[in-house]
């Protein structure tokens, strides 16, 4: 009986040992939680999973939304023989590994291989072309877990031949009966008389940003690291709550941060000072540079904003300034003006219109010559003579005067088109060209690309 004892409390101590989220891995579908957009009662997902016939496919989400729970489900539940990956420690070698002893038991006895592999994004083109022709012939299903966009990271030949599952984060309803299970279920936390205040439990699925492991982490640590009380219970407040429950940075994988950045950049072109903030806060929250971003909010004073107010410009590269010289957290503030300043101007493109339309004649006019009258005349060019009686001296005229500047063979191109919007009416040139309407201007800046 003591034996017995003593081995059941070995036992339950190396339970202990494993982090709560691992002992809450479901085993069934009944207990997994969360992603109800793929997981309900007749969906492809669980049909094909209780029959079996789950074909390749690709899990991708954010950490902590249950991607390789759901594989442990499919794990338990086929009958084929199941195989696991992690891409960042794994080579060709490995791949080949599972991929011949796949084949052996395909052939000998008729059951095909389930690969998990972990973080598959990571895994380079020489890797995912050797599993190519196994996935085709049906030796082995893959199911790959990435937190990054497949389209974007993954090689085309093994996303095209696999479906794409998409995890989204988890709900506060979802996080709450996590966590609320663990207590009951988990075979460590059941044995103790935990009290966990409602508004503790409340913080935890709030900050936990819908990831079940972040909160399983924070509720073990909390408990475990709080004395029992004479009554033999552990108390669990909000105060303990917070202090176990790590700040989690916001997730995002590369396709969204790239997206967030595109929101940002078009929400002060579309002078929405609140998108423009929370898209520069929530950037700030997912460990962007901030440099990188205080660099794009002086490049759009002069792209979207311009000529239109020209002291945008200034505020932009002060702000930039003031933030190499102060840092994070108070170097925010300038930035916040400088992106409040230029979603409040008049905008204007042509900066970079103009740009663009001189960019593209220079480069299609490789061979203009200047005019005669235009050239340095302290450098002759041998026998030729420069006419510098044709030049009229623009000083001379009370600063301006018509003359011609362009080679003769664009002598009529227009590449400067005030917006006429705020200070953009090109006013500081006693004379402008006329029949601008007519002119065409390449506007290259405003097709539709997220070349931001």
Sequence with gaps: MVQYEQNSIFEMEKIANIPLAERMRPKVLSEFIGQ?????????????????????????????????????VIANTTGSHFEKLNAVSSGVADAKKIIDEATRRFNAYGQKTYLLLDECHRWNKAQSDCMLPAIEKGY????????????????????????????????????????LDALKRDKVLSRRKIVLDDDALEYICETASGDLRNAYNALELAVMTTDVNSDGSTHVTRLIASQSM???????????????????????RGSDANAAMFWFERLLEAGTDPLLLARRIVIHAAEDVGLADPQALVVATSALTAF????????????TEAILYICNCPKSNSVVNTLYAAEDCAKNHPAARVPRYLMDENHPRGTEEIDQTAYKYPHNYGGWVEQ?????????????????????????????????????????????????
């Design 140 to 179: 082995v299903t893959f199911i790959g877990s990435t937190t990054e966009n497949p389209y974007v990271a993954m090689t085309r030949a093994i996303v095209s031949r696999c479906r794409v599952f998409e995890f989204l984060p988890l709900t506060k309803q979802d996080i709450k009966r996590g966590l």
């Design 324 to 335: 190499q010289n102060i840092g994070l957290p108070e170097g925010r503030i300038p930035l």
């Design 36 to 72: 109800t957009h793929i997981i309900y009662d007749g969906s492809l997902l669980c049909r094909a999973i209780k029959a079996d016939k789950l074909g390749s496919c690709i899990f991708w989400g954010a950490p902590g939304t249950g991607k390789t729970s759901l594989a442990n």
């Design 404 to 452: 011609q500047y362009l080679p003769d063979e664009v002598k009529d191109q227009v590449f400067f088109v005030p917006s006429g919007n705020g200070q953009d009416t090109g006013c500081r040139q006693p004379k402008l060209k006329k029949d601008y309407a007519k002119q065409v201007v390449p506007n290259k800046w405003f097709e539709e690309t997220d070349d931001d």
């Design 246 to 268: 790590q700040k989690k940075a916001l997730s995002v994988d590369t396709g969204m941060y790239y997206d967030m950045i595109s929101a940002f950049i078009k929400s002060m």
